[in-house]
């Protein structure tokens, strides 16, 4: 009635259904559903029930059949031993009647003589024939499965007869003989084959085959014995393997070497190295064939290649496996070749692929590896250049030092022993691409230089200060000298120590890892040197070269700047020493207590500045042009440039004798060119005391910020037969560094720093630029 009033009050609205008759309607739908389903789900639990029942109902019928099966086989072996029993009588009845005949035969007269031998001679011989009795002793001992009371009997019977020995004809009494071996045999056999087997029921049965002359088989059946219970404990612990995947493959070597020791000596025991060299020969071979299982097995359970808990389980392995090597080899068991041709390839995979994740965790800086120690001690150390660089750079030096310390941590000594030489390898192609991917982040890096790109998504912010620049190399400066060898002579010593004693550890190091680390040393140097001279050149360019191109060394200032009193060196090589005493303020806040490294890069520098003036034949060609004029003042001017670049490297206590001789160089082809266009340098320069004494005094001036400087600390000059300056050695304090024939680290043999100096004189506050 609601509904008709409704719609009396909407004659235009027929189409709208109430709220309540789709609710009704949906909730008969929903209901009808869930009975629907419920009615499936009984119906499906009721063929459940019936399956479980037929399937109980199956297995009783299937227990009642084989307690039948068992009970048939209790049967007819009481069935043999009644037949048995029953021939024993019927041959007790025939004795019997034997003897019966032979007491009639008495009594009876000889009427009756001749109807008993036909009654004799109708009876079979073999009756009262003890062969006859014997075989059929075997079959019933046969029959009722007594193999060690038939092997007895036949071992006895083979030892006794005559007819058994040699290799006389085959009678039927030794063809029957032989049968019944072939059956106690395959008996024997059919029990050692058995899975439930214990040790001791098969030794027992094969000492059975070994006194039935079956030797051979007897051994392949021991070794098969041993191969299949290491194998079934093997098969039974592999699901395990994941939860601990770096002790797994040490189990399971332990496993196979020890069955293998145990299947030794126990044929050593049963058969007798001395006495057949074929069983030894067998055992070899089956070792082998085990071994390879081992480094199967340990291959298709072992963690992804390329975890650090990959690598552990492999060096673990192979230390445990060679170590069981070694003490079979007393038993005459020669596995550790075998083992190391097996085992190399799989090593070597996880080695690279280990190396390649380094990688990734390096360069990738969206790469995350929470297995990396974070309270490393080298994480405090290249953290200190963090503050003058960018922070990317430096997560990129510890992030090297870390993956590379976490692979070192899982080697072994026995693994640094054979693949120390591949690990060294590999950290220097790791390092090298690392002072790659830092030369990228300096100033005058573009992809046509020629450098490797290393990964396309790393954004690297530019290195554009120099103690940004001096960070990076302090950084790769530190990791080569101090934290790499650290860390590998941990390893090595350990190495060392394994196989010759701690006392032994430094001469050992010093002598037979030598070669390797040397070598690898050497290498990683040149690595070094590639960003170094990198940093160099680019410093140098800079500084020769102004914003616009145009070079600021020009052979203009020696052919017409006209000469004045004050024998200073020219502008830019006072701009040089202006620029180098900065940079060494810098250096010496940043590379702060790498002294080393600071004598090396500014010796390069001044280096560099030469060489780039040696080799830049724009320069000479200027002075070879015929059309210019030369003058006197212009050689003299350029002599003093060279000798007040040497005097910076001497004075600051770098190694100056490369940086001499460069400038020697320089100088002789000067006066060549010189000499050619008709000025006499004989006659026109001065003495050449005087070229060393006034670079010394210029420094003093430009130290001091006046020409009114104090007179300059005296210092020996020698000359030589060609009549330019030859610098002299320097004194007893740095008589190392001038020993040395070169800056560069590469020709250095071993990390000995260079003698200390003191560097106050180059921080002296009252220091006036030229160029201003």
Partial sequence: MESSEEEDDFPSIESITPQSKIDSVHQSLTEKGIRKLCCELLDLKDAVENMCGDMRTKYLAFLRISEEAVEMEHELVDLRKHISSQGIVVQDLMAGLCREMDEWKRSGGDADDTDNSEVMDSLPNELTDPKSEFLEKIDLLLAEHKVDEALEAMDTEERNSSELKGIAEMSSYKSAFMERKTVLEDQLLRIAKQPSISLAELKHVLVGLIRLGKGPTAHQLLLKFYATSVHRRIESSLPSCSTCPNTFPATLSKLVFSNISIAAKETAAMFGDDDNPAYSNKVIQWAEREVEYLVRLVKENAAPSETASALRAASVCLQD?????????????????????????????????????????????????????????????????????DTTMTDCSIRFMQIVQDILEQLTHLVVLHFGESVLSRILQLYDKYIDFLIKALPGHADEDGLPELQDNTVLAR???????????????????????????????????????????????????????????????????????????????????????????????????TPDDSHLPSLPFQALFSKLQQLAIIAGDVLLGKEKLQKILLARLTETVIIWLSNEQEFWSAFEDESTPLQPFGLQQLILDMNFTVEIARFAGYPFKVVQNHASVVINRAINIFSSRGINPQSSLPKTEWFSEAA????????????????????????????????????????????????SLSTMDSFESFASASMADLESPSFTDSES
């Fill in 321 to 389: 496996c060679l170590n069981y090597c070694k003490v079979l080899e007393p038993q005459g068991l020669i596995l550790s070749k075998l083992f190391l041709v097996l085992f190399r390839p799989y090593v070597e995979e996880v080695l690279e692929l280990n190396f390649r994740r380094a990688r990734r965790v390096i360069f990738d800086l969206t790469e995350t590896d929470e297995g990396l120690e974070t309270s490393s001690e080298f994480v405090a150390v290249l953290s200190e250049f963090a503050i003058a660089s």
């Fill in 463 to 561: 290195a554009e200060t120099d103690s940004e620049q001096l960070a990076l190399l302090g950084a790769a400066f530190t990791i080569l000298d101090e934290l790499l060898p650290k860390s590998l002579f941990k390893v090595w010593k350990l190495q060392i120590e394994n196989s010759g004693g701690e006392g032994e550890s430094n001469a050992a190091l010093n002598n037979s890892s030598a070669p390797e680390l040397k070598e690898w040393k050497r290498h990683m140097v040149q690595a070094f040197d590639k960003l170094r001279n990198y940093f160099c050149l680019q410093f140098v360019l800079s500084f020769i070269y102004s914003r616009e191109g145009r070079t600021r060394l020009d052979a203009l200032i020696y052919l017409t700047e």
């Fill in 696 to 743: 010394k005094s210029a420094i003093n001036r430009l130290l001091m910020g006046s020409d009114e400087a104090s007179e300059p600390e005296e210092y020996e000059v020698e000359e030589d037969d060609g009549g330019h300056i030859v610098l002299p050695e320097i004194d007893s304090d740095h008589s190392d560094s001038g020993s040395t024939e070169t800056s």
